[in-house]
């Protein structure tokens, strides 16, 4: 047992882990995600992918609002665009699936850079409600351009095979967003230990005094909405793979605010909290029905009929009382599990 | 000519009701210092309060009326004293999210309570179709375009001069030396929440009464937002005065270019407006001090 924690250097500041514990668990957890999707039945390793995915954009978003203290809105908008763009890459000009991801991840990258610069000016609650603007917009353009984007049709997406590997089973597919969300956290977290990271997290802490310390304003929220954006696209182009179908419908608005819930759920500002969060918020309705069936048939009957809002309901409800009562969210949770673990009986 | 003026006639008129909308985003921002994105779903809740109370005493206005108000009045305080007075203290953001959270559970509140299919709000008025000139507009347009004409007046004068009005706008400009002074801060805020979902609430019914009554009527809250931010959002009757502009220019679009301009028109117009004043036409700009 350690009694305390020495840092000597930058290197083992910045260090992820430096228990060798921790890197056996994360070994194994690895192993088990990598295995698990051959076991597993089809409804659940259809959770499992979305899970993936849904992970992937809130690590996007959680750059952008978690450690730049940008709020956005227009997750979903980001999401469209990088659907689209694979969908009309891959399906339409036949393209090669690698290339139609990296263009999912391009063209957010390139309309966050038109989002971003008038978002310059803007602070707080008239950025959000302009990237609110940002989502609706793009919603109308891709309706408007029907010759390129086939409008309110919509577009078939197949399953991708990359490199001469196939991804068309659920369990190779599954694969793909796991490994996809594996490189996703690790690249958010080395971000994060960087330069560019410390001087995200100096604009979201105080934006004058970062300015004072050297941090350009205008270079890093421009460099914290293309990341975000790009990774937040990727996500929406493989949330479209697994539709299998690519239209405006199928991504609506709460998208956002789920994408927002999940960051706070999971506790704002840290990569480890936007995984907790997405698998929280995804499972929450599993949870739910569970409960319900817990109640008897007879309520579960009752309620069958109002199961779907009921649902929806529990949700906005999770979101208050964790604001309420957790604020840090669920990593603030386990830290303090953690910290009651080490120090039982004693509080400190 | 005929077509030009209906247009602008309807416009105004559904402006009136994203300006009542937009009025009650202000009033919060500017007693609180938050944006309140369940308005929409107020306006909603307390359309259909309105029509359980006419379907059962049918055919008295001011039954209805009045007690759409009262439910609307004892809501916001109720959800100001459950959900928001907790969270003084937490940053913005948070509660902002709860107001969204707020905005989640009343929605699939409302299917769950009454049911998805739409129904039609009958007072008896608001739907005789008047001849204007050439034009023809129901009565209930203009019945709204006036209500807010008389809200703006109202809360002009409020702020203007009565004790409380006064005590508000103390607050919104300074808080902690407002309760110096012996304003008590959470009074102030149970009252602007109360006039808010009153505003709303008004603004759901007119909805109600001139449309129809469904729950894709929280859209208004959505749509109300550019009124809001075009008059800046800690100016009551800038924001009044943004749902008349953004009512006007969305009807003028989809009346002239297509029908889905009318649904981003109102989005791209605060987006233009915001390049050149951040903080709305009325807004004001605000000062950052180190």
Redesign the interface.
């Known amino acids: 047992m350690r009694s305390g924690y020495f840092k000597e250097t930058i290197a083992e500041q910045i260090n992820l882990t430096d228990s060798a514990v921790a890197r056996v668990w994360l070994a194994l957890l690895a192993l088990a995600l990598i295995v698990a999707p051959f076991y597993l039945n089809p409804f659940y390793l259809s959770l499992l992918t979305i899970i993936a995915i849904t992970a992937i954009g809130a690590l996007g978003l959680n750059i952008l609002t978690g450690w730049t203290g940008l709020?956005s809105l227009g997750h979903v908008g980001f999401m469209v665009l990088g659907a689209y763009a694979y969908a009309i890459a891959t399906s339409i000009w036949k393209l090669d699936p690698l290339i139609g991801l990296l263009l999912a991840g391009l063209v957010p990258a390139a309309a966050s850079i038109v989002v971003g610069i008038?978002s310059l000016?803007?602070t707080?609650?008239?950025l959000?409600?302009?990237t609110?603007?940002?989502a609706?917009?793009i919603?109308?353009l891709i309706?408007?351009f029907d010759g390129l984007t086939r409008g309110a049709r919509g577009i078939f997406v197949k399953r991708p095979s990359i490199l001469g590997v196939s991804f068309k089973g659920d369990t190779a597919f599954a694969l793909l967003c796991l490994a996809l969300a594996a490189i996703t956290l690790v690249a958010t977290l080395n971000l994060r230990r960087s330069r560019v990271g410390r001087a995200l997290v100096a604009i979201r802490d105080n934006d004058?005094?970062a300015r004072v310390m050297g941090v350009d304003l205008t270079v890093y929220k421009l460099y914290a909405f293309i990341t975000s954006s790009f990774i937040i696209g990727i996500s929406g182009a493989l949330y479209g793979i697994f539709l299998s179908y690519v239209t405006v419908e199928g991504f609506p608005?709460l998208l956002s605010?789920e994408a927002?819930?999940i960051l706070?759920v999971g506790g704002?500002g840290t990569a480890l909290g936007a995984v907790l969060g997405t698998i929280f918020i995804v499972l929450l309705p599993e949870f739910a029905s569970a409960l319900f069936s817990l109640l008897g048939d007879e309520t579960a009957r009752a309620l069958s009929t109002?199961a779907?809002?009921?649902?929806?309901?529990l949700?906005?409800?999770v979101?208050?009382l964790f604001?309420?009562f957790q604020?840090h969210g669920l990593v603030g949770l386990w830290r303090d599990s953690k910290r009651l673990w080490v120090n039982w009986p004693l509080r400190f | 000519m005929t077509y030009l003026i209906e247009l602008l006639i309807s416009g105004l008129s559904i402006g009136a009701i994203y300006g009542l909308i937009a009025m009650g985003f202000a009033v919060i921002y500017k007693s609180t210092g938050l944006v309140n994105f369940a308005q929409g779903e107020i306006a909603m809740i307390v359309a259909y309060v309105a029509w359980t109370i006419a379907s059962h005493v049918s055919g008295n206005v001011f039954i209805v009326a009045g007690g759409a108000i009262v439910f609307a009045c004892l809501f916001g305080l109720a959800i100001e004293r459950v959900v928001i007075r907790p969270m003084i203290g937490e940053p913005v953001f948070s509660t902002i999210m709860v107001t969204i959270g707020i905005a989640v559970v009343l929605r699939s509140s409302i299917i769950f309570l009454w049911d998805a299919v739409p129904h039609s709000l009958d007072v008896g008025i608001g739907r005789e179709v008047l001849v204007l000139g050439e034009a023809r507009v129901r009565s209930g347009q203009l019945g709204v375009i006036a209500l807010l004409l008389i809200a703006i007046a109202g809360f002009y004068a409020f702020f203007r001069w009565s004790r409380f009005g006064v005590a508000m706008r103390a607050v919104a400009s300074d808080d902690r030396t407002a309760m110096l002074m012996g304003v008590s801060a959470a009074r102030v805020q149970a009252v602007a929440w109360a006039a808010s979902c009153v505003i709303a609430g008004i603004a759901g019914v007119m909805f109600a009464i001139i449309h129809e009554l469904s729950p894709t009527m929280f859209v208004l809250g959505l749509k109300a937002f550019p009124a809001t931010i075009l008059g800046g959002l800690d100016s009551v009757l800038g924001s009044a005065l943004g749902g008349f502009i953004i009512g006007a220019v969305e009807n003028l679009a989809g009346g002239y270019v297509s029908a889905g301009m009318k649904e981003v028109s109102g989005f791209i117009v605060i987006i233009v407006i915001l390049m050149v004043r951040p903080f709305g036409l009325f807004g004001e700009r605000r000062i950052e001090r180190v």
Do not use: C, D, Q, W
């Open positions: 709020i008038p000016r803007l707080g609650l008239y959000a409600i302009t609110l603007a940002f609706f917009i919603n109308h309706l408007e004058i005094a608005f605010i927002l819930a706070i704002i109002g779907h809002e009921l649902k929806s309901m949700y906005g409800v979101i208050i604001l309420r604020p």
